[in-house]
Structures are given as structure tokens and as C-alpha cells.
């Protein structure tokens, strides 16, 4: 059974950090291109950050370019996200995804559908 398991979120001050963690299980972590999406309230879920499945290839969302950081450990079937210079418009929960794309190809996968297994998220909540 698949599992991706997000931490890290929580409530923070306008300027400050947050680096959110996504363990996954069940999946030969390898094969996968990760990406986190956010959903605020009465928005779509849309892709934030993405990373191929050696880290080789990454991918922003141009309102957190500069501002966040994806990074990934295989060794430890984590994806993490680097959040800086955080905002009130940062606000939403987080979702961790996974997209099976192989290993013998790098490339990042950028629509919700293209991802197979989804954690259950992390609120963010950035205070001005």
C-alpha cells in the first residue's frame, strides 16, 4: 500500500520559513517524479514544485520562484520543500504527490492527473 506522509506545516509570520517533508512508502521511490500542490479555500489544487526522480530536473511555479526550494534524498524516500520569504498568499494546505514517470527518463510531470498517489496534506498558514 502507497503512503505519502507530509509534516512540517504550521503557522508562521510573513517574511519567515517552513521546510515541509514528504515520506513516501510502497512505491519504489526511484521510479517517481514528486510534486506539491496547494489548494487554498475555493481555489483549484495547483502544482507548486516539482522534481524529477533524480533531482536532476526541477520545476516552479513562477509566484515561488526564488522563494522555494524542492529537494529530494532516495536514500531516505523523502521530498522536502524549502519555503522562504513567506507570505499571507502562501497560505493553503500542501499536498505531496507522485507520478510514476521510470528511471530511464528525467521529466517532471506538471498536471494533477499525471500524478497516482497523493498524501493527505499539511496546512500552511502564513500571518501578516
Known amino acids: 500500500q502507497v503512503q505519502l506522509a507530509e509534516s512540517g506545516g504550521g503557522l508562521v509570520q510573513a517574511g519567515g520559513s517552513l521546510r515541509l517533508s514528504c515520506s513516501a512508502s510502497g512505491l519504489i521511490f526511484n521510479n517517481y517524479a514528486m510534486g506539491w500542490f496547494r489548494q487554498a479555500p475555493g481555489t483549484e489544487r495547483d502544482l507548486v514544485a516539482a522534481?524529477?526522480?533524480?533531482?536532476?530536473?526541477?520545476y516552479y511555479e513562477d509566484s515561488v520562484k526564488g522563494r522555494f526550494i524542492i529537494s529530494r534524498d532516495n536514500a531516505k524516500n523523502t521530498v522536502y520543500l524549502e519555503m522562504n520569504s513567506l507570505k499571507p498568499e502562501d497560505t493553503a494546505v500542501y499536498y505531496c504527490?507522485?507520478?510514476?514517470?521510470?528511471?530511464?527518463?528525467?521529466?517532471?510531470?506538471?498536471?494533477?492527473?499525471?500524478?497516482?498517489?497523493w498524501g493527505q496534506g499539511t496546512q500552511v498558514t502564513v500571518s501578516s
Open positions: 504527490a507522485a507520478g510514476d514517470t521510470g528511471s530511464s527518463i528525467v521529466v517532471i510531470p506538471t498536471r494533477g492527473g499525471e500524478y497516482e498517489y
Open positions: 522534481i524529477s526522480w533524480n533531482g536532476g530536473v526541477t
